[in-house]
């Protein structure tokens, strides 16, 4: 894409977060901005990192690690944002800095004995499948975030941080900000370690809604680099 575009994309997502943090007397740097470059080549990631984006989200695995591997002389953070199976997990032990969707055990034990001792703990975020969609993966009830939560900050090479949800579309900011305050109040449920503190949700069409209701991570991927690749 036209790097000049990328440039002004990049300013004005970041205005948003300014001004939508400002409206509730938040510090815009306490929010992590990830571009969500799924989709998009390895030369798309690295103008965006020139433009001022250090923390990029990918969903497909084998698209990511090339990915990491082309931009390994750029201090990326990478996170992990999608369903992620069994077979594919030392992939992202070895090239990811965050994982946002633990959504079971096997994942996380699987993570766990694959990550290598010379990287840092894997940082990880539960993902919460709320309000309730069958077509979307994460725990479904506290007991199973506890139970999982217990487990994840139990393993001493992943680092528990917080939860990740992905909220049903819809238009009505009264009504995102209904569901992002339902997800935020999942940190305050009984038994879980004082170590989640992260909230990972909020994109493009709902950013403003996430960060008044404690949104710390926003994953915004079109408002970046436009429409992605099919």
């Not at 992905?166 to 009984?190: G, H, M, W, Y």
């Amino acid at each position: 894409m036209d790097h000049s575009l990328l440039h002004s994309n990049i300013s004005q997502v970041k205005n948003r977060i300014a001004s939508a943090a400002d409206d509730i007397n938040r510090e815009a740097d306490h929010i992590r901005l990830i571009a969500v470059s799924k989709t998009k080549p390895a030369d798309a990631v690295r103008a965006a990192f020139h433009a001022g984006i250090s923390d990029f989200g990918e969903n497909y695995v084998s698209e990511a690690v090339d990915k990491c591997v082309q931009c390994s002389d750029l201090d990326i953070t990478w996170h992990f944002l999608g369903p992620l199976q069994s077979n594919k997990t030392q992939q992202v032990a070895d090239h990811f800095d965050w994982i946002h969707s633990v959504d079971r055990l096997k994942i996380a034990q699987r993570l766990n004995a694959q990550r290598s001792r010379e990287k840092k703990p894997l940082k990880v975020c539960i993902q919460v499948n709320m309000p309730l969609e069958e077509s979307k993966a994460g725990v479904v009830s506290n007991d199973e975030l506890v139970e999982l939560a217990a487990a994840v900050h139990n393993f001493d090479r992943l680092d528990l941080r917080g939860i990740m949800a992905i909220p049903a579309p819809c238009s009505e900011i009264s009504r995102q900000r209904d569901q992002f305050r339902l997800i935020a109040e999942l940190l305050k449920t009984e038994g879980l370690p004082s170590a989640m503190t992260e909230l990972s949700m909020g994109m493009s069409g709902d950013m403003e809604a996430a960060i008044a209701e404690g949104s710390t991570m926003v994953r915004i991927g079109t408002d970046i680099f436009g429409a992605r690749y099919t």
